[in-house]
């Protein structure tokens, strides 16, 4: 079985731009969930996505937004970037508790 | 206080040895806990996936949960240099219906490194 893809790997964006990036879940998985890594915070959780529901959301700005389609394929976009939001954004799918992620889109906001 | 606090290492052990890792959490409403493995430049890959207090082994890992004392550990037996990596525990407080966690609260991640 595939596992979680996640389109493009890398991005380089200056500031004030707005980027999307794309996520397909396990087959199967109908929960997306999408984290933001750096080093000095670590792994954060943003949102997650259930039939087209955001159903959580952590603690970020209004900057951060996602949708999920009848698919299961989800997208987050971030608009006016900051520096501050180089990192890896991670995805990953679930079927039941066990989350698995993606291999990440690595941003960096020059 | 973070709610799950984790020691970033590096840890350094040589190849055949146990490996401990550990991680405590401050929020007695976490019920689902995780390890995950992260290679660099590479999303993070599920260990293990435990609920509620016990132990749970699989190979060469062992994932214990102590929920009493809001502590949670991995074992690696006969560590090989392929192990060296970040470990990085996770915990949520529930599970929506049809699936998903309500959102994993990670550790920072503990490096491993396992000496030829």
């Known amino acids: 079985k595939a596992g979680v893809t996640q389109t493009p790997r890398y991005l380089i964006k200056t500031r004030g731009q707005q980027v999307t990036l794309s996520c397909s879940p396990i087959s199967g998985h109908r929960s997306v969930s999408w984290y933001q890594q750096t080093p000095g915070q670590g792994l954060q959780f943003l949102f997650e996505?259930?039939?087209?529901?955001?159903?959580n959301k952590g603690n970020f700005p209004g900057r951060f937004s996602g949708r999920q389609f009848s698919n299961s394929r989800s997208e987050m976009n971030v608009s006016t970037l900051e520096l501050g939001d180089s990192a890896l954004y991670l995805c990953a799918s679930s079927r039941l508790a066990e989350q698995f992620f993606g291999p990440g889109t690595r941003l960096t906001v020059l | 206080q973070k709610e799950v606090e984790q020691d970033p290492g590096p840890l350094s052990v040589p190849e055949g040895a146990i490996v401990s890792l550990n991680c405590t959490y401050s929020n007695s409403a976490f019920q689902y806990f995780m390890w995950y493995r992260q290679y660099s430049r590479k999303g993070p890959e599920l260990l293990m996936y435990t609920y509620s207090s016990g132990n749970k082994e699989d190979g060469r890992f062992t994932a214990q949960v102590d929920k009493s004392s809001k502590y949670i550990s991995l074992f690696i037996r006969d560590s090989q240099p392929s192990d060296s990596a970040t470990y990085l525990c996770a915990m949520s407080r529930s599970i929506g219906s049809g699936g998903g966690a309500d959102g994993l609260t990670f550790g920072k991640g503990t490096h491993l490194i396992i000496q030829p």
């Open positions: 996505y259930f039939s087209e529901t955001q159903r």
